[in-house]
């Protein structure tokens, strides 16, 4: 099952969510209500008068009470899920932060913080996406880890302090290629979903502990220990107490059956994945069994732990759930999965003594060597490393990232010059890094845009374009974007106000020969994509098309467009784009017509694909694999192919790989 086909089980799971969570609700509301008559009819409470004036004692059956009592809670459920799903808007920051993460500062000299920050940043590129945010859950001594967002724009992804210093490169890798599984497979934008609705439904436990607590706490309860008449009232906002807590935790058990049938099916996949994009079972298999001989093992201590516990990379929670109640499947079925010869036995882990570590007050001397001793070391690759051609199943595996990838991706990192990477990482640099890339190579334009720059910006941004301009004018367009991909954690720093600074200088760039080309189109739809949803809180885009027929006119443009660049002659361009239609023709029982160039501005181009970012994943795969095709017919990706690949890639929401070196690739 690929990304696609994932993306579009997960969009379908979430209409059983909605139903099983309906069902939850009604369950635990009319538990409460019926806790509620029976207590009052037992206790012979008065519910109201009768005609002549006498005391109408409560019955069990009194629709009335039922519905109130029962409506009443349903609302309070109902008003918990809808202020939890709220605060996650925000996306994976927000459950990060809250269960006690710190956002890895770029330039830490921690050997171990760098270590993660390269293996996650290796895994962006090998998989399309921009590099997520980083967080370390500093006071956890377990091995665990976590991916949360709504989309790839706003993803993050956590690791346990534990984590990052009990496992080697090797192992974290395949615990981060099984968080990455989660990113591209639309299983944390349905964590997220499930992590707001259940809170309503756990929050009646809450409600019962915090009555509980407030009688043990309260004057109220010093005054039953010394023998006051309100022991009574005491008693009876106990048992209130009690009720909710016994009803609260079988909302408890529905939330947890619910959390580990979304759950329990997905982390074997995601642990097929990890061993498919790394190639190595050892890996994620090393860090399964570190977990079973650690004291610690993979548990998570912050009181937050049981609302995210089906998002972690293996169970959290001090008192593991069993059988049908498991969120995550047991230690032993999952490495036996993966390594079916395993003898059974746990490895003896302990935490290692703790290091002096410069991290936090390190210098930017200090900062550069730790990046450049922790970044992989690979040998000067010839020619340029990024791909110039295709081999045959770049664009059939799609939405699989697979092991030649990762290494391909891990090549193209090792390979960017130290100062590039540097720039990138810090909000001044990443800013001067697409400038960098905007300024026209026409040295009458490039006058007139520097200008703009020295009277925008800073002296020190001015002089960074300057010289990243003259290192990266000439790079191919799948290097750039790496770099872009990069930049991205950097440009979420920035504040809202500069933010929209830097936007307004992107497009004065852009306009400023009066054109818009490939590349500058391409750049607008990454940060239209990853950095207007994360600063503007834009949601998803609902699906409107689930049939390409609705689509052949767009799917056609596209095409044609594809068609047409990197070639010689009319010829070529009508077999390559009988290559990408021959993928789409069965699927709307006719053909596609070459446009022509006149109907292929990029007006045009725009408003194709905003219709697909409607489509369904299925869709959007199909449209995807005819544009590789298409691309792929001459065996060559040139610099404009890759360029539009990527902005159709980021403005329908799918990630696209670097594509592949062969053995003749220049």
Same mark, same amino acid.
């Given at each position: 099952?690929?990304?696609?086909?994932? %993306?579009? #089980?997960?969009?379908?799971?979430?209409?059983?969510?909605?139903?099983?969570?309906?069902?939850?609700?009604?369950?635990?509301?009319?538990?409460?209500?019926?806790?509620?008559?029976?207590?009052?009819?037992?206790?012979?409470?008065?519910?109201?008068?009768?005609?002549?004036?006498?005391?109408?004692?409560?019955?069990?059956?009194?629709?009335?009470?039922?519905?109130?009592?029962?409506?009443?809670?349903?609302?309070?459920?109902?008003?918990?899920?809808?202020?939890?799903?709220?605060?996650?808007?925000?996306?994976?920051?927000?459950?990060?932060?809250?269960?006690?993460?710190?956002?890895?500062?770029?330039?830490?000299?921690?050997?171990?913080?760098?270590?993660?920050?390269?293996?996650?940043?290796?895994?962006?590129?090998?998989?399309?996406?921009?590099?997520?945010?980083?967080?370390?859950?500093?006071?956890?001594?377990?091995? *665990?880890?976590?991916?949360?967002?709504?989309?790839?724009?706003?993803?993050?992804?956590?690791? /346990?302090?534990?984590?990052?210093?009990?496992?080697?490169?090797?192992?974290?890798?395949?615990?981060?290629?099984?968080?990455?599984?989660?990113?591209?497979?639309?299983?944390?934008?349905?964590?997220?979903?499930?992590?707001?609705?259940?809170?309503?439904?756990?929050?009646? /436990?809450?409600?019962?502990?915090?009555?509980?607590?407030?009688?043990?706490?309260?004057?109220?309860?010093?005054?039953?220990?010394?023998?006051?008449?309100?022991?009574?009232?005491?008693?009876?906002?106990?048992?209130?107490?009690?009720?909710?807590?016994?009803?609260?935790?079988?909302?408890?058990?529905?939330?947890?059956?619910?959390?580990?049938?979304?759950?329990?099916?997905?982390?074997?996949?995601?642990?097929?994945?990890?061993?498919?994009?790394?190639?190595?079972?050892?890996?994620?298999?090393?860090?399964?069994?570190?977990?079973?001989?650690?004291?610690?093992?993979?548990?998570?201590?912050?009181?937050?732990?049981?609302?995210?516990?089906?998002?972690?990379?293996?169970?959290?929670?001090?008192?593991?759930?069993?059988?049908?109640?498991?969120?995550?499947?047991?230690?032993?079925?999952?490495?036996?999965?993966?390594?079916?010869?395993?003898?059974?036995?746990?490895?003896?882990?302990?935490?290692?003594?703790?290091?002096?570590?410069?991290?936090?007050?390190?210098?930017?001397?200090?900062?550069?060597?730790?990046?450049?001793? &922790?970044?992989?070391?690979?040998?000067?690759?010839?020619? $340029?490393?990024?791909?110039?051609?295709?081999?045959?199943?770049?664009?059939?595996?799609?939405?699989?990232?697979?092991?030649?990838?990762?290494?391909?991706?891990?090549?193209?990192?090792?390979?960017?010059?130290?100062?590039?990477?540097?720039?990138?990482?810090?909000? #001044?640099?990443?800013?001067?890094?697409?400038?960098?890339?905007?300024?026209?190579?026409?040295?009458?334009?490039?006058?007139?845009?520097?200008?703009?720059?020295? #009277?925008?910006?800073?002296?020190? &941004?001015?002089? &960074?374009?300057?010289?990243?301009?003259?290192?990266?004018?000439?790079?191919?367009?799948?290097?750039?974007?790496?770099?872009?991909?990069?930049?991205?954690?950097?440009?979420?720093?920035?504040?809202?106000?500069?933010?929209?600074?830097?936007?307004?200088?992107?497009?004065?760039?852009?306009?400023?020969?009066?054109?818009? $080309?490939?590349?500058?189109?391409?750049? %607008?739809?990454?940060?239209?994509?990853?950095?207007?949803?994360?600063? *503007?809180?834009?949601?998803?885009?609902?699906?409107?098309?689930?049939?390409?027929?609705?689509?052949?006119?767009?799917? #056609?443009?596209?095409?044609?467009?594809?068609?047409?660049?990197?070639? $010689?002659? %009319?010829?070529?361009?009508?077999?390559?784009?009988?290559?990408?239609?021959?993928?789409?023709?069965?699927?709307?029982?006719?053909?596609?017509?070459?446009?022509?160039?006149?109907?292929?501005?990029?007006?045009?181009?725009?408003?194709?694909?905003?219709?697909?970012?409607?489509?369904?994943?299925?869709?959007?795969?199909?449209?995807?694999?005819?544009?590789?095709?298409?691309?792929?017919?001459?065996?060559?990706?040139?610099?404009?192919?890759?360029?539009?690949?990527?902005?159709?890639?980021?403005?329908?929401?799918?990630?696209?790989?670097?594509?592949?070196? &062969?053995?003749?690739?220049?």
């Amino acid at each position: 099952m690929d990304f696609f086909e994932r %993306q579009e #089980a997960a969009r379908k799971s979430t209409r059983w969510l909605v139903g099983w969570y309906v069902l939850a609700v009604f369950g635990v509301a009319a538990a409460i209500a019926a806790l509620a008559s029976g207590a009052l009819s037992l206790g012979g409470g008065v519910v109201g008068v009768s005609a002549d004036g006498m005391p109408v004692r409560a019955k069990f059956w009194n629709p009335e009470l039922l519905l109130s009592v029962g409506g009443g809670t349903m609302v309070i459920i109902l008003l918990g899920s809808l202020f939890k799903s709220m605060s996650l808007s925000a996306g994976g920051a927000a459950v990060a932060r809250s269960l006690g993460g710190r956002k890895i500062d770029p330039g830490t000299a921690d050997a171990d913080e760098r270590k993660l920050l390269n293996v996650v940043e290796e895994m962006s590129i090998a998989s399309g996406v921009p590099v997520p945010e980083v967080y370390l859950l500093e006071n956890e001594q377990g091995i *665990n880890a976590f991916a949360a967002g709504r989309t790839p724009s706003d993803a993050v992804v956590a690791a /346990t302090r534990g984590c990052v210093r009990l496992l080697t490169r090797d192992e974290l890798q395949g615990v981060m290629a099984h968080e990455f599984s989660h990113i591209l497979n639309g299983d944390m934008k349905l964590n997220l979903r499930l992590m707001g609705l259940l809170f309503g439904i756990l929050m009646i /436990t809450v409600m019962g502990r915090v009555v509980l607590r407030s009688i043990f706490y309260s004057s109220y309860g010093r005054r039953r220990s010394s023998g006051s008449k309100d022991g009574g009232g005491v008693i009876a906002i106990a048992a209130l107490g009690v009720a909710l807590v016994v009803v609260g935790y079988l909302g408890v058990l529905a939330a947890n059956l619910i959390k580990a049938a979304v759950s329990r099916q997905r982390e074997f996949l995601a642990d097929a994945s990890a061993v498919q994009f790394t190639r190595n079972p050892d890996g994620i298999g090393g860090a399964l069994k570190k977990i079973g001989g650690l004291s610690a093992g993979s548990r998570v201590v912050d009181p937050h732990a049981e609302e995210a516990s089906h998002m972690f990379f293996a169970c959290g929670l001090k008192a593991k759930m069993a059988g049908a109640f498991a969120t995550h499947p047991p230690l032993e079925k999952r490495i036996r999965a993966i390594e079916p010869r395993w003898n059974g036995r746990f490895p003896k882990v302990s935490l290692p003594e703790i290091s002096v570590s410069a991290a936090g007050g390190a210098s930017p001397q200090a900062a550069a060597f730790a990046a450049a001793s &922790t970044r992989p070391q690979r040998k000067p690759v010839a020619g $340029d490393p990024v791909a110039a051609f295709l081999n045959a199943s770049a664009m059939g595996g799609l939405g699989v990232l697979s092991n030649e990838q990762v290494e391909h991706a891990r090549d193209l990192y090792a390979s960017l010059p130290a100062n590039w990477v540097e720039s990138a990482h810090h909000e #001044a640099g990443a800013q001067a890094l697409v400038f960098a890339m905007l300024v026209a190579q026409d040295d009458t334009l490039r006058a007139a845009e520097m200008e703009l720059l020295r #009277a925008a910006t800073d002296t020190l &941004t001015y002089e &960074t374009v300057i010289s990243l301009h003259d290192e990266i004018g000439d790079l191919h367009s799948s290097r750039k974007i790496a770099l872009i991909d990069l930049a991205i954690p950097a440009l979420k720093r920035l504040s809202p106000d500069e933010y929209e600074r830097f936007r307004e200088l992107m497009r004065r760039l852009i306009e400023s020969d009066r054109q818009v $080309d490939l590349f500058e189109f391409m750049l %607008q739809k990454i940060v239209s994509r990853h950095l207007d949803i994360y600063f *503007n809180r834009r949601p998803p885009v609902k699906v409107r098309y689930k049939s390409m027929s609705r689509l052949a006119k767009e799917a #056609a443009v596209l095409l044609s467009t594809l068609a047409s660049l990197g070639v $010689d002659s %009319q010829a070529e361009a009508e077999a390559s784009f009988a290559a990408g239609a021959a993928e789409i023709e069965p699927h709307i029982g006719g053909k596609l017509e070459l446009k022509e160039g006149s109907d292929c501005g990029l007006a045009a181009i725009d408003a194709a694909l905003e219709r697909f970012d409607a489509a369904s994943p299925l869709v959007k795969k199909l449209l995807l694999v005819a544009c590789g095709r298409a691309v792929m017919h001459d065996g060559v990706v040139a610099s404009d192919e890759a360029e539009l690949l990527r902005a159709i890639a980021d403005t329908i929401g799918c990630p696209i790989p670097p594509f592949v070196a &062969t053995e003749n690739a220049a």
